[in-house]
């Protein structure tokens, strides 16, 4: 199984300040099959990235993907004050899927 | 608008059962593979079960191996997990998501339920 570990564990940022999200893989994922959520409390995940590098549907373009084979990268442009909460990342490359432990980005 | 809608959810004992089910509409359902994730209160999430748009291939998380089984009513747009022999490890917000990758048991998803939360607890 691969493990995913992400860092930093907290990211105290303000708005406006550049946001960087780090997700290192275990082993090399296939074909980049990483994806990125977003998840604010009480709420599901929302889709921010997948294969590495592609938005979802109706995500900002504040937010890009990057990255290959065990190192990938969240970053925010610009923070938004919607953008505080957790981030995790996922690789659906290899059986089982599976998911880092997340980053929370907080309000500095 | 897609919608997933999860219910039966609730508080159980140490080996009892629970059937969850996620009800879907705005888009075709009988069309994509679907899944279960779960989250343990604060913590990170975690793939349960996948089953294909037909049902034909079915995967688990080696954690619910025998003791979950996932399955679907196509006509009914709707996604089921059976859960027995639940354990307090079991304890989580269950969502059920839709499914965009090339591969069943190996996607992404890009569309979530609200979650339904299962308590095991004596």
């Known amino acids: 199984e691969i493990v995913l570990t992400q860092s930093p564990g907290t990211l105290s940022l303000s708005p406006g300040e550049r946001a960087t999200l780090s997700c290192r893989a275990s082993?090399?994922?296939?074909?980049?099959?990483l994806a990125w959520y977003q998840q604010k409390p009480g709420q599901a995940p929302r889709l921010l990235i997948y294969g590495a590098s592609s938005r979802a549907t109706g995500i900002p373009d504040r937010f890009s993907g990057s990255g290959s084979g065990t190192d990938f990268t969240l970053t925010i442009s610009r923070l938004e004050p919607e953008d505080f909460a957790v981030y995790y990342c996922?690789?659906?490359?290899?059986?089982?899927?599976?998911f880092g432990q997340g980053t929370k980005v907080e309000i500095k | 608008e897609v919608q997933l809608v999860e219910s039966g959810g609730g508080l159980v004992k140490p080996g009892g059962s629970l059937r969850l089910s996620c009800a879907a509409s705005?888009?075709?359902?009988?069309?994509?593979?679907m899944n279960w994730v779960r989250q343990a209160p604060g913590k990170g999430l975690e793939w349960v079960s996948s089953?294909?748009?037909?049902?034909?291939?079915?995967y688990y998380a080696d954690s619910v191996q025998g003791r979950f089984t996932i399955s679907r009513d196509n006509a009914k747009n709707s996604l089921y997990l059976q859960m027995n022999s639940l354990r307090a490890e079991d304890t989580a917000v269950y969502y059920c998501a839709r499914d965009l990758g090339d591969y069943v048991g190996l996607g992404y998803f890009d569309y979530w339920g609200q979650g339904t939360l299962v308590t095991v607890s004596p």
């Open positions: 089953i294909s748009s037909s049902s034909s291939y079915i």
């Open positions: 996922q690789q659906y490359g290899s059986s089982p899927g599976t």
């Open positions: 705005g888009f075709t359902f009988s069309s994509y593979t």
């Open positions: 082993q090399s994922v296939i074909s980049n099959y």
